[in-house]
């Protein structure tokens, strides 16, 4: 493969739009799509880039497709199912997907399998950074799949992401997203509920949120969460509650699926799904302290 790549990529919301713009700016020859048109015809306007509607064009076109969607359940239906499975059909054989969704591992091991199957390599590359990291192309990237693949496409990653961990074989990087997510929704649910307890108390939670993040307690939720989007009513870190959700879930239902004992899983998988479900998945995902201090609030009512 030369060093400009002819790249076709899909879904462009918060995260793929910065990404996908970054991979034109470093010179590669872009093809986008996007269920929704008019972001596809906004996409080719603002960044000079090519844009289609039809997933065989840019099958036919790419020697690497990048996804960027919501689970691995669209990914899937891009690849093999939407337009009659145009886009598998139409890759060449040797080309490669990269999926950057967050996705379930397992489910992932079983797409390689079937894309395998078409001569067509499989690499899950998750990202982790949010949308100005995605804007500036500061992602950090969780890598998996066979050797030769991921030597392949670091490269364009690196146009992405500026940290890119090698973490194992086909499906480890959607493992390792899932997990790191786990760690800072349960840090998240856990920040909640010291706030309600301390405010319950009369501690004020901005001298709180100073004291931890001067202290052992401090974490990514402390020092970027809370005073800026929870305590100023902002609510605006652009991830969305029924996202995080999900991801949660990916790694409790790893868990089990593989047989380990998870009871942290467990719970703070139920306590975010809870929060969906009341509010909405659409809603941005810090928007779970509302839920969790409306909850804390009626059990110090009763």
């Known amino acids: 493969?030369?060093?400009?790549?002819?790249?076709?990529?899909i879904g462009l919301g918060n995260m793929g739009t910065p990404m996908a713009a970054n991979l034109v700016r470093a010179g590669h020859d872009v093809?986008?799509?996007?269920?929704?048109e008019e972001r596809t015809r906004g996409f080719a306007q603002a960044h000079a880039a090519r844009?289609?509607?039809?997933?065989?064009?840019?099958?036919?076109?790419?020697?690497?497709?990048?996804?960027?969607?919501?689970?691995?359940?669209?990914v899937r239906e891009a690849l093999l199912e939407a337009q009659g499975g145009a886009l598998a059909a139409n890759l060449?054989?040797?080309?490669?997907?990269?999926?950057?969704?967050?996705?379930d591992p397992v489910g992932t091991r079983t797409l390689g399998g079937d894309l395998a199957g078409r001569s067509i390599a499989l690499v899950d590359a998750p990202v982790s950074g949010g949308v100005p990291r995605a804007t500036d192309g500061t992602l950090a990237i969780m890598v998996g799949g066979d050797a030769a693949a991921v030597a392949a496409v670091k490269p364009v990653l690196a146009t992405m992401g500026k940290n890119l961990f090698e973490?194992?074989?086909?499906?480890?990087?959607?493992?390792?997203?899932?997990?790191?997510?786990?760690?800072?929704?349960?840090?998240?649910?856990?920040?909640?509920?010291?706030?309600?307890?301390?405010?319950?108390?009369?501690?004020?939670?901005?001298?709180?949120?100073?004291?931890?993040?001067?202290?052992?307690?401090?974490?990514?939720?402390?020092?970027?969460?809370?005073?800026?989007?929870?305590?100023?009513?902002?609510?605006?870190?652009?991830?969305a509650l029924g996202l995080l959700a999900k991801d949660v879930k990916i790694a409790a239902d790893l868990a089990e699926q593989i047989g380990v004992d998870a009871p942290v899983g467990r719970l703070v998988s139920g306590l975010w799904s809870e929060a969906r479900d009341a509010l909405g998945g659409a809603q941005d995902h810090s928007r779970a302290w509302e839920?969790?201090?409306?909850?804390?609030?009626?059990?110090?009512?009763?």
């Open 291 to 302: 839920h969790w201090q409306r909850r804390a609030a009626r059990k110090a009512a009763e």
């Open 51 to 74: 844009a289609t509607q039809s997933l065989a064009e840019l099958g036919a076109h790419a020697e690497i497709a990048i996804t960027m969607l919501p689970s691995g359940h669209e």
């Open 167 to 239: 973490v194992g074989g086909p499906g480890c990087g959607h493992a390792m997203k899932a997990l790191n997510n786990f760690l800072a929704a349960t840090s998240s649910a856990a920040g909640a509920e010291a706030i309600a307890i301390g405010s319950r108390f009369g501690l004020d939670p901005a001298v709180m949120t100073d004291v931890i993040n001067a202290s052992t307690g401090r974490s990514f939720v402390s020092e970027n969460l809370i005073k800026q989007h929870v305590l100023s009513g902002a609510f605006a870190t652009g991830f």
């Open 31 to 36: 093809v986008a799509y996007d269920l929704a």
């Open 92 to 103: 060449r054989p040797g080309a490669i997907v990269i999926d950057m969704s967050s996705a």
């Open 1 to 9: 493969m030369s060093a400009t790549k002819r790249v076709g990529f």
